[in-house]
């Protein structure tokens, strides 16, 4: 999976770094407020066979970091339980 990961697109100079799911907040700023159940859960299915293969983008706030894009990723990863997500911290 992380060879899949290296090929993201990425802005000069950004890595992937691997966070721990709990230190990963929703941002009050996100503008969908209503996510479609189905289409979450073939995103889980999906992430549930392939792996996560595109990181979210965070921003550090504080301990935490708080979600730029991907919440979508974010929450099927939360039902999967997963421990850890690839993330590009801008």
Do not use: C, H
């Amino acid at each position: 999976m992380a060879s899949l990961l290296s090929e993201a697109p990425t802005r000069a100079g950004e890595e992937i770094q691997y966070l721990d799911a709990a230190a990963i907040v929703p941002s009050p700023l996100q503008p969908r407020k209503v996510f479609d159940p189905a289409a979450l859960e073939r995103l889980v299915e999906s992430i549930n066979e392939n792996g996560l293969l595109q990181p979210v983008v965070v921003r550090r706030v504080g301990e935490k970091y708080e979600l730029i894009v991907g919440e979508r990723r974010w929450r099927a990863a939360q039902q999967l339980g997963l421990d850890k997500l690839p993330a590009i911290v801008r």
